[in-house]
């Protein structure tokens, strides 16, 4: 991860090494940040420096006119917290719109950093182009040391998957561990994690974890931390900040917000959606606004009004723990053209749940009407949500919906994947189907619109 | 449809007709439109009165202090053009941002009116309180007047069904139906239909009707219209102006933009998406912009930049139909936990192709790697594309897409439902697997992103 060539000798000759903040002066400007690690087939003309706002930028070695080192990079395997707060302690600032500003709290707030794989534990592999993960708690660290300025923080490595690859097991072993953090008294948990699948997560996680003490904050990256412009620093920063000094409990999630470099959201587990497939604002709330926003350059979190009542932290509140999911759920989305045995099928194979991705406010074609009696007779719980993502489920404005209600099609007014993951979680987590229905027809997680 | 009790007494003593164009004056204001029907069950004290801007206010009789009759209906099966344009003939306006703004043509464009069901031409049913669908061309000419002052209609019922009823089949027929309407010279076609799968019809029409000479413009109504506030009027207003004087061809679907009253959006029919349940600018263009947008007030059609190409119209240009679908193809949303035999299932039920709508830039579960193998191997299309809705299909980016690459899937850089409609019509329209292949990856309709 070193430099080499002229790269090398011109950093030797400084007594510079990766980690160390520098001042690196060329003839037009100034750059004032962290010297960043090379990799394997990287040119050696170049160097990397992460700036303020936690985004890389290369420097070709030609235009250098200085090099000055201003701070050793401090090489613990538990970074501690670094300086005070310069704002005094724990007062609170100024009001935002509508909701209040938290300044970073002074107190030295431990965090548990676990992390499960995904972009923003990858790096570059050169030879191919592509990505690959790489992870070690101390690379996470060497890509983002101002972690150490945040809280005392203990990383551990659970798992290491391409979201993708997960299954309501890994859901399983994710609660688990939380659990096990939360016991040992830490004042928050952020658990790095892929991005193609963190809202599925965030919705197990919201479900198997009640009555939370503290925030459990999932943060991804859209572009690998070794990327200019990537967005794992800012992120992991936006989500440790959160999760250390927030007054919120409860499953969240951290991403970029909007095109701003140094903004970062703060969703609710079970209402937020990836969607885009690149943009670092891939994450949206759906149909209410985050809970919260983290200036990433002031440290600042600002609490948005929200129609969600997020609890405060209380560490000694004890979590309700109920980490199963069964599996025999399927999500199904309808299209013109959907052909109904694929209810059959799913009835053959034992499955206990089913939910719709229907039309407009919760319609499916009447030629899947018989199947979707059939599943019922058979004791599959049956639900309907929307493949419009955005807008309220309203099942009784049309005699389709009326149709499917009276047949005894279980409305759910949440996000798709959100109602999936809870069908999951009500099945393995009840014992009949009257407390099965009465638990997916309750508020648990702030799951409804 | 017509009132009764002291609002019946009030109009008769007035001489006005549902259908007149009347000025209403209150204590307070002025209301001058069109006196609309009343409904079975409707109280007898108000009048609902259509206004300019094409929506419906209800008017408390009690509150009423005078009536004047400004016009009388005019009762003609198909109603002819009435009043020339005011500004001219065909001169083109002042320039929009970006874009020409074309002024409504003087020339009496004569277009076709082919209705399917929907919204659009539904009306509540006010001893359930939902909505049912009651549609014959006479009415939809009651409820929109204006349409007479736009071109020549010429209207017919093609079927009546909810849209989430709707299968390939009818989308055939539509086509069909479409390419009669085009030989017979028309100058523009407009569909009425059902918002629910209106984007799935849109993309199969945009495939199935190529080099089309005109305009063929879907349009749906997200409230029926006879409520306050239905968008049915000024969405069938936008819809006709474009169709019948726009310079464009090609299938497009009109639907309110924005929170505005009085603009409409045309958007391309194999790029727009239904985003909310229940708001009336519920379609969007997905990661370009609308093509055109009209102004319901001034009668005006702004055409605005875009990165898609939209031929003008041409009426001496021959129509290729291919109007055949192959049902035989399935689109499977990937979500943790999902189980790959139902891929298999598909295979044994002889399945030609499958549509995946996997995750991030293109991704599911290495779990799912075996039966894709198996359903390539048995000679079905697997096609990827995003759940995300927004941004770019990207598989060589991670080591998962490049593994699916590698097996054979092909990667469908566009909206889900588009790359479903277009596999279904590839497979019927095409000898070989490796001429479909090809298909698949030729721009056909701008259905690439």
Redesign the interface.
């Known amino acids: 991860m070193e430099y080499r060539g002229d790269a090398y000798r011109l950093l030797e000759s400084r007594g510079a090494k990766v980690g160390d903040r520098i001042v690196v002066k060329t003839r037009d400007n100034e750059y004032r940040g962290i010297l960043m690690p090379r990799y394997e087939l990287a040119d050696d003309t170049h160097l990397v420096i992460k700036l303020g706002n936690g985004y890389n930028i290369g420097v070709s070695i030609d235009r250098i006119v200085s090099i000055r080192l201003d701070e050793r990079r401090e090489d613990k395997e538990v970074v501690e917290a670094r300086g005070e707060d310069k704002e005094g302690k724990g007062e609170e600032g100024e009001r935002g719109r509508g909701g209040s500003v938290i300044e970073r709290n002074s107190t030295r707030a431990r965090l548990a950093l676990v992390s499960t794989g995904g972009t923003i534990a990858s790096r570059i592999d050169y030879r191919?182009?592509?990505?690959?993960a790489v992870l070690t708690a101390e690379e996470l660290y060497s890509i983002v040391p101002e972690l150490s300025s945040i809280a005392v923080i203990d990383a551990e490595v659970l798992m290491q998957e391409?979201?993708?690859?997960?299954?309501?097991m890994?859901?399983s072993i994710m609660a688990e561990k939380v659990t096990e953090k939360i016991y040992k008294g830490y004042d928050g948990i952020v658990i790095t994690h892929g991005?193609?699948?963190m809202h599925?997560?965030s919705s197990a996680l919201s479900f198997a974890l009640q009555d939370l003490p503290v925030p459990v904050v999932l943060v991804g990256a859209q572009r690998s931390s070794d990327r200019p412009s990537s967005d794992a620093a800012t992120n992991l920063i936006g989500a440790s900040l959160f999760a250390a000094t927030a007054d919120a409990s409860g499953v969240f999630i951290a991403m970029h917000k909007g095109k701003s470099d140094d903004r970062v959201a703060l969703h609710i587990g079970t209402r937020v959606r990836?969607?885009?497939?690149?943009?670092r604002d891939?994450f949206e709330s759906i149909d209410i606004e985050p809970i919260a926003v983290v200036d990433i350059d002031s440290k600042r979190i600002e609490m948005l009004e929200s129609d969600c009542n997020v609890r405060g932290r209380d560490k000694s509140r004890r979590p309700i723990v109920r980490s199963r999911?069964d599996?025999h759920?399927?999500?199904?989305?309808?299209?013109?053209?959907?052909?109904p045995?694929?209810i059959e099928?799913l009835i053959s194979?034992g499955y206990r749940g089913l939910v719709l991705?229907?039309?407009?406010?919760?319609?499916?074609?009447?030629?899947c009407f018989n199947a979707i009696k059939d599943a019922i007779d058979s004791k599959m719980l049956v639900c309907m949500t929307?493949q419009?993502?955005?807008?309220?489920?309203?099942m009784?404005?049309?005699?389709?919906g009326?149709d499917l209600l009276s047949m005894g099609v279980v409305p759910l007014d949440m996000l798709p994947?959100t109602a999936?993951v809870k069908v999951?979680w009500v099945l393995a987590n009840s014992s009949s189907m009257d407390e099965a229905r009465s638990m997916l027809l309750s508020d648990i997680a702030m799951e409804f619109k």
């Open positions: 191919t182009g592509g990505v690959r391409y979201s993708e690859n997960l299954t309501p890994h859901w991005t193609d699948t599925y997560t990836k969607n885009h497939t690149s943009s891939a999911f599996e759920v399927a999500l199904i989305k309808f299209y013109p053209g959907f052909d045995s694929m099928y194979k991705e229907g039309t407009g406010l919760g319609h499916v074609s009447k030629r929307s419009c993502i955005w807008g309220r489920l309203r009784t404005v049309y005699e389709t009326r994947e999936l999951m």
